[in-house]
C-alpha cells in the first residue's frame, strides 16, 4: 500500500470548515483513499472514501486532484465533537485474500477544534 | 452503518491471570477480523488476521501463544492475552469487514478494550 504523509496537527475554530490535507505521490492506479478518525480512547471511524472523483457524504467531502497524488477531507462546519485523530490511508479498495484488507495506520492529524 | 461490539471495555487483572477480549460484528457476517493494539500516543498496530474457520495470521513479532485468536463464528472472534504482564496493558481494538461490492470495503471497528495488568 502506498504510503501517505499528514501535518501532526492542525487548528480549526468551531463552525468555520476544517481541511486536511495528505499527500499520496506514489498512489497506485488501483488503490482508495481512505479517511478515518479516532476520538480520543474510542475506536476509529470510518468517515468517507474515494478512487479519484471528489465524493461527499454526511460527515464530509474527499477532494483528490488529478494527478490523484493528493487529497484533502473537509469537515465543512468542524464541532467540538470533531477533536479526533484523522487518518488517511491509501490501498486496494478489496483483496480476496483476508489478510489482504488490513489497513495500515500511520500518525495521522491531530486536529484541535477551538471555540 | 455496520456495528462491531467489543467487550470488556475496560478490565485490570493482575499480572500472570489471563484475559479474553470479545469482538462481535452484531448485524453482518465477517469472514475476517482484526485485532489492533495501541499504546498512548502512538498509532494503532495490526497485531493479527482473524479468520473464520482456520489459523489467524499474525504480524511479524506477536507471539501467537501469548495472543491467542478464535474466530469460531462469522459473527465473532475472541482475543485472550494468556499470563499477562504489565508491559501487555494497552488499548486494543478489533476490526471487521463490510464488502457491499468490490469498491466499498470498509472497516468497522470496535470501541476498544483498555487492558491494564497490575
Not at chain 1, 468542524?78 to 477533536?83: E, G, I, K, M, S
Not at chain 2, 474466530?71 to 501487555?88: M, N, Q, R, Y
Amino acid at each position: 500500500d502506498a504510503k501517505t504523509t499528514q501535518p501532526p496537527s492542525m487548528d480549526c475554530a468551531e463552525g468555520r470548515a476544517a481541511n486536511l490535507p495528505c499527500n499520496h505521490s506514489t498512489i497506485s492506479g488501483n488503490e482508495y483513499v481512505y479517511w478515518y478518525r479516532q476520538i480520543h480512547s474510542q475506536g476509529p471511524q470510518y468517515i468517507i472514501h474515494g478512487l479519484k472523483n471528489n465524493e461527499t457524504n454526511e460527515m464530509a467531502s474527499l477532494i483528490i486532484t488529478e494527478d490523484r497524488k493528493s487529497s484533502t477531507l473537509i469537515l465543512p462546519h468542524a464541532t467540538l465533537r470533531d477533536t479526533a485523530v484523522y487518518y488517511c490511508i491509501v490501498r486496494v479498495a478489496y483483496s480476496y485474500t483476508g489478510g489482504g484488507n488490513k489497513l495500515t495506520f500511520g500518525t495521522g492529524t491531530q486536529l484541535k477544534v477551538e471555540l | 452503518g455496520a456495528v462491531v461490539s467489543q467487550h470488556p471495555s475496560w478490565v485490570i487483572c493482575k499480572s500472570g491471570t489471563s484475559v479474553k477480549i470479545e469482538c462481535r460484528s452484531l448485524d453482518f457476517q465477517a469472514t475476517t477480523m482484526f485485532w489492533y493494539r495501541q499504546f498512548p500516543k502512538q498509532s494503532l498496530m495490526l497485531m493479527a488476521t482473524s479468520n473464520e474457520g482456520s489459523k489467524a495470521t499474525y504480524e511479524q513479532g506477536v507471539e501467537k501463544d501469548k495472543f491467542l485468536i478464535n474466530h469460531a463464528s462469522l459473527t465473532l472472534s475472541t482475543l485472550t492475552v494468556t499470563s499477562a504482564h504489565p508491559e501487555d496493558s494497552s488499548f486494543y481494538i478489533c476490526s471487521a469487514s463490510l464488502t457491499r461490492d468490490r469498491g466499498r470495503y470498509i472497516q468497522y471497528f470496535g470501541a476498544g478494550t483498555r487492558l491494564s495488568v497490575l
